[in-house]
C-alpha cells in the first residue's frame, strides 16, 4: 500500500491514517495481526508511547483486539465496531468500500420519517421557519449541503430523544463529503426543493403524512445517489 509521508500529519494521525487504511485495503484483513509494537514503530518512524496509544484508540472503535502477550488482531469492524468507528471511517472516504454510502442511505430511511414526524409534532413551527430559507438557496452544492444537514439535525434535536442526535453526529463528517458530490448533480437538488416544498405543506396540512413524505424522498435520494456513482465511476476510473 501507498505510505503517506509522516511530516504531512501528526504522528498519531499518521498512524491511524496507515492503519485504517491498510485494514481498508485489505493489507491487513479481518483475522490478520498486526506486526510488532517495536517492528511497526520503526515502520512508521514513530514512538513506542505513540503507536500503542493509536491502537487503544483503534481498539476502542473495534478496528482492532488488543491482545496482552499475543499479536494485535485485525476485527471484522462491520460486525464489532460502534458508532464512533463511523467518524474515523469517513475519513477515508478515498477508502470506503463499494456500497457503503448506499447502506448508509438505507440507515437513514429508516430512522429520518420516524424522527421528522416526531419533530413536526412537538416542533412544527421550528421546523417551517427553517425550511422558508429553502426559498433562497443558491443552485450550489456546498449551500444544499449544509441547509440540508442542518434541517436534519434540527428534526433530531426537536423529536425529543437526544438519542437521535448522538446517531446524527456520527454520520456528520461521511454526510457532508458525500453531500457536496451528491448536491453537485441538478436532479438532486431540484428533488430536494420538491422535498422541502412537500414537507412544508404535510406540516402545515397534516403532520400525519409528514413520516411517508420524508420517506418517499429518502427512497429517491438513494436512486439519485446510484445514478450519481454510477455517472462518477464511468469518468473517474476507481483504483483497485
Known amino acids: 500500500m501507498r505510505v503517506i509521508p509522516e511530516q504531512l500529519f501528526r504522528p498519531a494521525q499518521y498512524v491511524e491514517k496507515f492503519l485504517v487504511s491498510a485494514i481498508l485495503d485489505g493489507t491487513y484483513p479481518t483475522g490478520a495481526t498486526l506486526p510488532s509494537e517495536r517492528t511497526l514503530a520503526d515502520q512508521l518512524g514513530v514512538t513506542r508511547p505513540t503507536l500503542r496509544e493509536t491502537l487503544r484508540r483503534l481498539a476502542g472503535q473495534g478496528w482492532i483486539t488488543i491482545q496482552h ?81 442542518k434541517l436534519q439535525m434540527l428534526m433530531a434535536r426537536n423529536a425529543k430523544n437526544p438519542i437521535f442526535s448522538m446517531i446524527l453526529n456520527d454520520f456528520a463528517a461521511v454526510f457532508n463529503k458525500m453531500a457536496l458530490v451528491y448536491f453537485s448533480n441538478k436532479a438532486a437538488r431540484q428533488a430536494s426543493r420538491a422535498f422541502y416544498r412537500e414537507l412544508t405543506r404535510a406540516i402545515e396540512n397534516n403532520a400525519g403524512a409528514v413520516e411517508q413524505v420524508v420517506k418517499k424522498a429518502m427512497k429517491q435520494s438513494i436512486a439519485i445517489w446510484q445514478a450519481v456513482r454510477s455517472h462518477s465511476e464511468e469518468l473517474v476510473p476507481v483504483e483497485q
Not at 456546498?142 to 441547509?147: I, L, R
Request: hydrophobic share 40%.
Open 69 to 149: 502477550g499475543k499479536s494485535t488482531m485485525v476485527n471484522d469492524f462491520w460486525q464489532e465496531g460502534g458508532l464512533g468507528l463511523l467518524s474515523t471511517l469517513s475519513t477515508y472516504a478515498e477508502s470506503l468500500p463499494n456500497g457503503f454510502i448506499t447502506q448508509l442511505f438505507e440507515v437513514r430511511l429508516t430512522m429520518l420519517p420516524h424522527l421528522a414526524r416526531r419533530a413536526a409534532t412537538f416542533q412544527p413551527e421550528k421546523i417551517l421557519k427553517y425550511l422558508t430559507q429553502s426559498r433562497n438557496l443558491a443552485e450550489d452544492a456546498q449551500a444544499f449541503s449544509h441547509f440540508d444537514w
